[in-house]
């Protein structure tokens, strides 16, 4: 089973950037995979933030396009999302997760990491 380890959250100020990792393990064919970033809100559910393909096509949420950057280093099985112009409404609990396209893309998956909280003052 793939192990997913994300990390990098804190607190900033509105208009602050960080940068989040997502390291995976457990399985030969991560490179090959899609990877995703979501986030869920208190008491909202989990939505897709950014995913990125093993060829390196990304696919952005309108509420972050032009301000959040997905990449990944598939020699170290890792994805980043780099924040700028961070907002209040962007504060959440942000998890990784991969798979095929059309899984990433819908979330459905059983299996989360502990996820990485990221809070924006105003």
């Known amino acids: 089973q793939v192990q997913l380890v994300e990390s990098g959250g804190g607190l900033v100020q509105a208009g602050g950037s960080l940068r989040l990792s997502c390291a995976a393990s457990?399985?030969?064919?991560?490179?090959?995979?899609?990877m995703g970033w979501y986030r869920q809100a208190p008491g909202k559910r989990r939505d897709l933030v950014a995913a990125?393909?093993?060829?390196?096509?990304?696919t952005y949420a309108d509420s972050v396009k032009g301000r959040f950057s997905i990449s990944r280093d598939n020699a170290k099985n890792t994805v980043y999302l780099q924040m700028n112009s961070l907002k209040p409404e962007d504060t959440a609990v942000y998890y990784c997760?991969?798979?095929?396209?059309?899984?990433?893309?819908?979330?459905?998956?059983?299996?989360w990491g502990q996820g990485t909280q990221v809070t924006v003052s105003s």
């Open positions: 457990g399985s030969s064919f991560l490179r090959i995979k899609t």
């Open positions: 990125i393909t093993s060829g390196g096509t990304t």
């Open positions: 997760n991969t798979g095929d396209f059309p899984s990433v893309i819908a979330g459905s998956f059983d299996r």
